[in-house]
């Protein structure tokens, strides 16, 4: 009888044991995966921080390559610094993060064809078939990376990355849901808009040093079309400025890569989504075949011909551009505001010397005269996107550690910090910079930012945001906005704000042209337009600039057998088939 009893009573232990065992595997926390650590330590557990909390790791390291050219600003110390300790203390996941110095298309190609890869990638994913978006989804369809779609839902904060709204449903069906995926998703995107209010204004335009439209008497407010932008740029060259060293200045530069020297060329656009055009019969046509492309090139070669674009600009790095732009040394730049405004930030330019401080031109207006706007579709076609490599080491824990800094909780450690340290709750509960950095941030102190850096304050989030929802939450969408945000930043963004518009693409259905992948191949990837346009920008003389680029659509029209003319049949077809296209 007392055998048979101890018998039970064994078979009754190991029911449990399997019963706990299958519980532990349900909970998705990755406990036989390892850290990223080199050293291997810090095995996960299956432990929690709360019922409904993030899973808690022990000491979990994982790496994000930051794959945007330029560089990436993190605290010298993004193990032990304030935000990463709480972060870890809650998740026990640390993220550290690496920038790049080179072409980000370039470094997505050696990372995946090395195999040398870190756990997580946050890179561009614009769509389509060019550049990095070629080169991700190639990676995806290869088995380069990790299938995400059955582990999302378990991560409240990310679950929603692909809703309407938050992303276009064009970018939803072709990028996100790209075909050759097979019904798997590989990309998270990120920086998308949570809600209505959280659609960000890119704030692009090009701006002039402060001083320079007093000296000439020029009113900025004025300069409409590119035929004033070329006049004010002749006459700042006539005059003669000096940058804050006393030396001579460039005229007009750009940020990395060129990046965007189209601000200066805005006046030959159409306020329009695509890049095809309609015709007078009622045909399309690629806007590189038509003469407003080349117009429009011929009028940037006309600024590199005459000294007016900085001829450095379509190879440089933002570092360089930082230092150009900080010291006063080109009079316009074109980009995003914040760029310029933080370059000189970074120099002291924007407190030392106030009558410095770049200051929009215009905003000028698209080609039939219409003000310029930043027109976006109902969710973004486009965006920042984090990727898993095979590498990576533990995705439970990489997706663990993404929904928590997406978590209201979670985001407002990562952009203020520690509550009585960096930040203090107004009367509606937000949170608010304390006074003194406040102050310091009006007064255009840069080191404040480096020392809120420190502590970890800015750069996670700034890597990991998904569907942004900081305004609807705190009542300002960056640490000061409501306090002290550049009075220039807010005004410019309501002279150029943001339009959204519902409607369907016309890129979105030209892809499914039969041999779409023939003619992507020529047309749309890689560097080939790039490389006839700045071969035109740097030819001798007008008539060379025309010819190179006549050169290219001649290229277009004849390579496979002149393919590219029935595609445009395709494309007509198209923009024909339905009645929300958006051309």
Not at 179 to 202: A, C, S
Not at 298 to 319: M, P, R
Not at 399 to 423: F, K, M, P, W
Request: net charge negative; charged share 25%.
């Amino acid at each position: 009888m007392k055998k048979r009893l101890f018998g039970i009573l064994m078979v009754m232990v190991m029911v449990l044991s399997l019963l706990s065992g299958c519980g532990r595997a349900g909970n998705n926390t990755g406990e036989d995966s390892k850290p990223a650590g080199s050293d291997g330590a810090g095995e996960s557990t299956a432990d929690t921080a709360s019922e409904t909390g993030p899973k808690k790791y022990d000491d979990v390291r994982l790496k994000m390559l930051v794959c945007w050219n330029g560089g990436f600003k993190t605290a010298s110390d993004q193990y032990n610094n304030e935000v990463a300790a709480k972060i870890r203390e809650i998740t026990g996941i640390t993220v550290e993060y690496e920038g790049i110095m080179m072409n980000e298309t370039e470094k997505l190609n050696l990372l995946f064809a090395s195999g040398d890869m870190p756990d997580m990638i946050n890179a561009p994913y614009w769509g389509g078939n060019g550049g990095e978006t070629a080169v991700i989804k190639k990676a995806a369809t290869e088995g380069r990376l990790l299938p995400i779609e059955d582990l999302l839902p378990n991560y409240p904060n990310l679950a929603n990355a692909y809703d309407i709204g938050v992303v276009s449903q064009s970018y939803l069906e072709n990028d996100l849901d790209y075909k050759g995926f097979d019904g798997h998703r590989y990309i998270l995107p990120q920086e998308t808009p949570g809600d209505d209010m959280g659609v960000t204004n890119w704030a692009y335009g090009v701006f002039v040093r402060g001083d320079v439209p007093g000296a000439l008497g020029i009113d900025p407010a004025s300069i409409k079309t590119s035929d004033d932008m070329y006049n004010f740029m002749v006459k700042a060259k006539e005059y003669g400025f000096k940058d804050v060293n006393g030396n001579g200045c460039i005229i007009a530069t750009t940020y990395h890569d060129g990046w965007d020297s189209s601000g200066y060329s805005i006046n030959f656009a159409d306020k329009k989504f695509s890049n095809y055009v309609k015709q007078e019969d009622g045909t399309y046509t690629y806007n590189a075949l038509t003469e407003n492309w080349i117009n429009r090139n011929l009028f940037t070669w006309k600024l590199v011909n005459q000294g007016l674009l900085d001829v450095e600009c379509f190879k440089q790095t933002d570092a360089q551009a930082d230092e150009k732009v900080g010291n006063g040394t080109a009079l316009f730049a074109s980009a995003q505001y914040g760029s310029v405004i933080n370059s000189t930030k970074l120099t002291g330019l924007y407190s030392s010397r106030p009558e410095m401080r770049y200051i929009p031109v215009g905003p000028m207006t698209y080609r039939d005269g219409q003000p310029l706007v930043q027109l976006e579709q109902n969710g973004r076609a486009g965006s920042p996107a984090i990727v898993f490599p095979t590498s990576c080491s533990n995705i439970e824990a990489a997706l663990t550690y993404l929904d928590y800094v997406n978590s209201e909780e979670g985001a407002r450690l990562c952009q203020y910090g520690i509550e009585g340290d960096t930040y203090t709750l107004n009367s509606d509960g937000q949170p608010r910079l304390n006074s003194e950095i406040l102050a310091r941030k009006a007064a255009g102190d840069s080191s404040v930012d480096d020392e809120l850096r420190e502590k970890g304050i800015s750069y996670i989030l700034g890597r990991t945001l998904q569907a942004d929802k900081r305004f609807t939450w705190w009542g300002e969408t960056n640490a000061g906005d409501a306090d002290a945000a550049p009075p220039e930043m807010v005004e410019y963004k309501e002279a150029r704000p943001v339009e959204r518009v519902n409607g369907y693409p016309l890129e979105g259905l030209v892809i499914n042209y039969e041999n779409y992948d023939i003619v992507k191949k020529f047309a749309f990837e890689g560097t080939t337009m790039t490389d006839y346009e700045q071969r035109a920008y740097f030819a001798d003389t007008q008539e060379e600039a025309r010819a190179i680029l006549e050169e290219y659509q001649n290229y277009l029209l004849t390579q496979e057998n002149g393919i590219f003319k029935d595609y445009l049949k395709f494309v007509t077809e198209c923009a024909n088939s339905r009645d929300d296209i958006l051309d």
